[in-house]
């Protein structure tokens, strides 16, 4: 994300539901991942719906000029 902060993707449970977490986690001084309010706990039978949301944002991107062919996420 930046230098202060990484997006981690997880699958945990959250009062017996359970959840995709897409979330911001600042780095500490000793590079330990503490998670932030900034992001979002989907219900995972959402996950194929976001999964081809971001595959057509991604195509949208290439088409724009946004991404190159090579480009690959960091």
Do not use: C, F
């Not at 993707?9 to 503490?34: F, K, M, S």
């Not at 900034?38 to 991107?61: F, H, P, W, Y």
């Amino acid at each position: 994300k930046n230098t202060r902060e990484i997006a981690r993707i997880q699958l945990r449970t959250y009062e017996g539901v359970r959840l995709v977490d897409i979330r911001a986690h600042a780095l500490r001084e000793n590079d330990d991942p503490l998670p932030t309010k900034k992001g979002i706990s989907l219900n995972v039978n959402s996950l194929r719906e976001l999964i081809d949301a971001l595959t057509e944002a991604e195509r949208i991107a290439r088409t724009m000029g946004w991404l190159s062919d090579t480009a690959k996420a960091a």
